[in-house]
């Protein structure tokens, strides 16, 4: 089945320890990005990935960082989580990038942190 | 900046009810892409209807059509004969050339037996 995993599903932490959230897709897709979604404000993109080794910033970057060693990976790392960064986090992938009509973003189930 | 505004935070109706949900969006471009996207309470992010900004007819999805105003850039949804599955918070979104989705803050719709 085509599908964006993401793990864990949720996630509590305590401020300073660094943590991972995996994303991984089976679908051989070129783009992929995180996304934070926080009550009254939508969902706002955190980075996002073109291709292989190559990550850009998003909106919100601050504090967070990916990697893309492979396509179908791209885990999101805080090095240092603060209670800010609680938020329910997505991952999302699509064929090329999502400008294209026929390349939508297919998103994974979120992942709900909690930094206290 | 390109945003993306939906005014209505919450809104509820009976069931086999029409309702519109209302979006605005800010670009100066002309050509971009628009698109209603689903999140049921299972969190899942479903993509319901999307519009080409250079087609002017209407997309349809079903029970699903949008209302797409190019120069009011209006882009409001309307769900005909609601179900209770339909109930879930509705994100509106829009991109243009850039490499990411522009979401709105999204509206809380409940559908009511």
């Known amino acids: 089945e085509a599908q964006v995993t993401q793990n864990p599903r949720y996630l509590i932490t305590v401020t300073g320890k660094k943590l991972t959230v995996t994303c991984s897709q089976n679908?051989?897709?070129?783009?992929m990005s995180w996304y934070r979604q926080d009550p009254g404000l939508g969902l706002r993109q955190i980075y996002y990935?073109?291709?292989?080794?190559?990550?850009d910033k998003g909106d919100v970057p601050e504090g967070y960082k990916v990697s893309r060693k492979e396509k179908r990976n791209f885990p999101l790392i805080l090095e240092s989580p603060s209670p800010n960064q609680t938020s329910l986090y997505f991952c999302?992938?699509?064929?090329?990038?999502?400008?294209?009509?026929?390349?939508?973003?297919?998103f994974g189930n979120g992942t709900r942190l909690t930094v206290t | 900046a390109q945003t993306v505004t939906q005014s209505q935070p919450e809104m509820s109706v009976q069931e086999a009810e029409t309702v519109t949900l209302s979006c605005t969006y800010d670009?100066?471009?002309?050509?971009?892409?628009l698109f209603w996207y689903k999140q049921p309470p299972s969190r899942q992010m479903i993509l319901v209807i999307r519009?080409?900004?250079?087609?002017?007819q209407n997309a349809t999805e079903n029970r699903f059509s949008v209302n797409f105003q190019k120069a009011a850039k209006s882009f409001s949804l309307k769900i005909s004969d609601s179900q209770l599955g339909d109930t879930a918070m509705y994100f509106c979104?829009?991109?243009?050339?850039?490499?990411?989705?522009?979401f709105g803050q999204g509206t809380r719709l409940t559908i009511n037996p």
């Open positions: 999302a992938s699509s064929l090329v990038e999502p400008s294209s009509y026929n390349s939508p973003l297919h």
């Open positions: 679908m051989n897709h070129e783009y």
């Open positions: 990935s073109m291709n292989v080794e190559v990550t």
């Open positions: 670009t100066s471009e002309s050509n971009y892409y």
């Open positions: 519009q080409e900004a250079y087609k002017q």
């Open positions: 979104a829009f991109i243009q050339g850039a490499q990411k989705l522009v």
